[in-house]
């Protein structure tokens, strides 16, 4: 018998989100069009802009700043007697950071051309979107305050805003990285209530 939390549902968005991240993968790796098509509409769409506000954002959420508010967080939950939790906080942002990492080699995507930078990484997914994306999920749900909420939606529009605003990213990289830490916490929940039940 299924645990009443683990709903059709949540196996279907499960799947929807693997079929999503697999076809942008596909895309990008195998259809030089998509790329070109991509671009075109990101230098039509997207004004790029370089100033010191997109840069303060960039940096305060940058993937290694992430990590300090993730152990933040776990620290908080530790606190209030949530062990269990403060585990899965941090492994949860550990391990989709590093499948993240692992998809940008595989990849081998290029940042946009127009993308001012000191040392070349890779574009797809957006670390930054992704680690945030992550993060907001595991605070809106631990915490689910409507201020609190409101904040941590902010703190992520911010971040879209920014890695598109700065031609870090092109709009697959921040969707895609978006797609990949919703399904990452979905598996991660369903684990999680498999493990506790």
């Known amino acids: 018998m299924m645990h009443p939390q683990l709903t059709i549902g949540w196996l279907l968005q499960l799947l929807m989100t693997g079929l999503i991240f697999g076809s942008l993968c596909w ?21 790029q802009q370089n100033n010191w506000w997109w840069q303060l954002v960039a940096t305060a959420f940058d993937p290694k700043a992430l990590v300090m508010w993730d152990f933040l967080l776990a620290g908080l939950l530790v606190v209030q007697g949530r062990w269990l939790r403060a585990i899965y906080v941090l492994v949860m942002l550990a391990s989709v950071d590093a499948f993240g990492i692992w998809i940008k080699h595989h990849l081998k995507r290029q940042r946009p051309a127009t993308f001012v930078q000191a040392t070349p990484t890779y574009s797809f997914p957006s670390g930054h979107t992704l680690g945030t994306t992550m993060m907001a999920m595991m605070i809106g749900m631990l915490f689910p305050h409507l201020l609190i909420c409101d904040l941590v939606l902010l703190g992520w529009l911010l971040v879209i805003g920014c890695r598109l605003t700065l031609h870090a990213h092109y709009p697959s990289d921040v969707f895609g990285a978006v797609v990949l830490a919703y399904g990452w916490w979905i598996g991660g929940e ?8």
Request: glycine share 4%.
């Open 27 to 47: 895309g990008i790796r195998y259809s030089p069009q998509f790329s070109l098509v991509e671009e075109r509409l990101q230098h039509r769409i997207i004004r």
């Open 190 to 197: 369903l684990l999680y209530i498999l493990i506790t039940r």
